[in-house]
């Protein structure tokens, strides 16, 4: 079943890099997903470098105008000594927009994502370090002021709950635009649905604050540097209540 996810996912990166810009819409945060779609015919190619000698590569395609598929894969210790250890699955994204932006409304989407971050930790736990985002919905709303201002916020309910947190949790963000090619993201995830005093993931300590810098070279390749579980939500003396660091790399296209 693995090695037939991996073959489809390679084809379909294969079939992305095929094809031969305008510019789309911010469709993610540092984690968090926004209402923005990459439009009919567009695709994204990206890599995240992430904690433990993590690497997470992941292509998306808008099918419509409201309509985008993604799928990811990845795995830890792949960068440095020992064996990899590979994700249980590949993670499959879709999002569908069902309302636009307009001068006074927010644009409203709803989607589902099963690629949590960090490594995959399986029976009994059957979980990322961050639960995948599962069901979501989310409104975006962008202003100009000295420069693009963009604030999201969402309600999502993941499908990783084996430890019995079946509770509906929610997110927000923001994206200041410094210049025209620099970006400041920030997302606080209130991980209500990981909150439990176990010794293990989150503590109940603030939930999930995330900060980062987006650099986008002509509208088509960006570069980001991200911090991540800045609250420290974790227990202390584990790698679950320090501070992450990622670096991510994206490749946006058209047909």
């Not at 379909?12 to 094809?19: D, E, I, K, N, R």
């Not at 419509?64 to 699955?89: K, V």
């Not at 209500?192 to 993931?201: A, E, Q, V």
Request: proline share 3%.
């Amino acid at each position: 079943m693995r090695r037939a996810s991996l073959a489809v996912f390679t084809l379909l990166c294969c079939f992305a890099c095929s094809l031969a810009g305008a510019e789309t819409q911010t469709t993610e945060l540092v984690d968090a997903p926004t209402a923005g779609l990459p439009g009919k015919g567009a695709y994204s190619l990206s890599l995240r470098m992430q904690p433990y000698g993590g690497l997470l590569g992941g292509i998306t395609i808008g099918l419509a105008e409201r309509l985008a598929l993604g799928m990811s894969y990845g795995g830890t210790g792949i960068i440095g000594y020992g064996t990899p250890d590979w994700n249980a699955q590949v993670g499959v994204q879709a999002r569908v927009r069902l309302l636009d932006e307009s001068y006074v409304a927010p644009a409203i989407a709803i989607g589902f994502d099963s690629q949590g971050f960090g490594a995959f930790y399986r029976d009994p736990y059957e979980r990322y370090d961050i639960k995948s985002r599962g069901f979501y919905a989310v409104a975006s709303k962008n202003y100009i002021f000295l420069g693009k201002l963009g604030f999201h916020a969402g309600a999502n309910y993941s499908l990783e709950r084996r430890d019995d947190q079946k509770v509906v949790d929610f997110y927000a963000g923001l994206e200041k635009g410094l210049s025209p090619e620099l970006s400041f993201l920030a997302d606080y995830d209130f991980a209500f649905n990981d909150n439990k005093k176990d010794s293990l993931f989150g503590e109940n300590k603030g939930g999930y604050l995330n900060a980062g810098v987006r650099w986008t070279y002509a509208e088509r390749l960006s570069i980001e540097f991200d911090m991540k579980n800045l609250f420290r939500n974790g227990m202390e003396g584990t790698d679950w209540g320090r501070i992450g660091r990622t670096f991510k790399i994206a490749y946006l296209d058209h047909f």
